[in-house]
């Protein structure tokens, strides 16, 4: 069963500080990695997409990935309370026709 | 720009009751999901349709069925809901599939089955 897990937290930090996501996958020969941000009781928001090693940035937040660790992280600077959501990573089976197979989230907390 | 639409936004059914769920998308996206999501479980495929005319199975198809309308509409129907089925259900699409393209979500169904 290929699988990506995440620390469910809650991941609690101070507005200002860099939040750290991480999460792990299974499946060697997946190609593909989204993060979603999801607030409660609304749907997946997509943040980032990240398909080679190494670190990708937009805005405030950083995508890193390591396929030979089988790794992939969101950093989040400049924390801000509006940033407090879940935060869902995804990546594609490499088999299956390559759904999409998404962990089940880490909630974090950005205290004022 | 709508993104995905989904109807209706919430739904009390009894056991044994049917009822389709549409989601609607109008970026010319090629390919359409629908998952579940359930505390714990994390966002699980029901379904999807790679482009207009196919359909497959996901990880948890069993009580549902799907039809991909035409290019821009794919709808689920629970034939005899169980209580199982209450869930929150949420429909996405793509550009195509494969898991290359990213999947834009519409704002989802909350199904409950007494």
């Known amino acids: 069963q290929k699988e990506v897990e995440q620390n469910s937290g809650p991941l609690s930090v101070p507005e200002g500080a860099i939040a750290s996501l991480n999460c792990t996958y299974s499946?060697?020969?997946?190609?593909?990695f989204f993060w979603y941000r999801q607030y409660s009781g609304k749907s997946p928001e997509l943040i980032m997409s990240?398909?080679?090693?190494g670190d990708k940035e937009d805005g405030r937040f950083t995508a890193q990935l390591n396929k030979a660790s089988q790794y992939v992280s969101l950093l989040i600077r400049d924390s801000q309370p509006s940033d407090s959501a879940t935060y869902l990573c995804?990546?594609?089976?490499?088999?299956?026709?390559?759904?999409?197979?998404f962990g089940k989230g880490t909630k974090l907390s950005v205290k004022p | 720009n709508a993104g995905v639409t989904q109807t209706p936004k919430f739904q009390v059914l009894k056991t044994g009751q049917s009822m389709t769920l549409q989601c609607a998308q109008d970026?010319?996206?090629?390919?359409m999901y629908w998952y579940r999501q359930d505390p714990g479980m994390g966002l699980r495929l029901i379904y999807y349709?790679?482009?207009?005319?196919?359909?497959d199975k996901g990880e948890v198809p069993n009580g549902y069925n799907v039809s991909r309308l035409n290019k821009r509409e794919f709808s689920l129907r629970l034939e005899s809901a169980a209580p199982s089925q209450t869930s929150v259900y949420f429909c996405?699409?793509?550009?195509?599939?494969?898991?290359?393209?990213?999947?834009?979500f519409g704002p989802g169904t909350r199904l409950t089955v007494t």
């Open positions: 349709s790679a482009s207009e005319g196919t359909t």
């Open positions: 996405a699409s793509s550009l195509l599939a494969g898991g290359f393209h990213e999947q834009y």
């Open positions: 990240i398909y080679s090693n």
């Open positions: 499946d060697r020969v997946s190609q593909s």
């Open positions: 995804a990546v594609n089976n490499g088999g299956s026709q390559g759904n999409l197979i």
């Open positions: 970026m010319n996206h090629n390919s």
